[in-house]
């Protein structure tokens, strides 16, 4: 069975930067990296298919860069110039219209002033 496992998130001040990691062991499809606050729906961040090929959300273009190792099955999401309203639980998952798996603990980032 396919799992996902997101690390790397923490505590950072505003401006500071992360990089964050999803192992998905053994899904090749369209990955994507979304977040959601308490009481909100999930959103997707930015997505990355196999080929490499990626996608972002307007309020993190210029700021976050996802990419991949398909040799490892590794998704990561670098975030830079990280601010306050980024503050979050980020998990990783397929994207639509491929079937999503079940869902991961997620990785707390909270950005701090």
């Known amino acids: 069975q396919v799992q996902l496992v997101e690390s790397g998130g923490g505590l950072v001040q505003a401006g500071g930067s992360l990089r964050l990691s999803c192992v998905t062991s053994?899904?090749?499809?369209?990955i994507g990296w979304y977040r959601q606050a308490p009481g909100k729906r999930r959103v997707m961040v930015a997505s990355?298919?196999?080929?490499?090929?990626?996608d972002y959300a307007d309020f993190v273009k210029g700021r976050f860069t996802i990419s991949r190792d398909n040799a490892t099955n590794t998704v990561f999401l670098q975030m830079n110039s990280l601010k306050i309203e980024d503050t979050d639980v980020y998990y990783c998952?397929?994207?639509?219209?491929?079937?999503?798996?079940?869902w991961g603990q997620g990785t707390q980032v909270t950005v701090s002033s």
């Open positions: 998952n397929r994207v639509p219209p491929y079937i999503l798996l079940p």
């Open positions: 990355i298919t196999s080929g490499g090929i990626t």
């Open positions: 053994g899904s090749n499809s369209k």
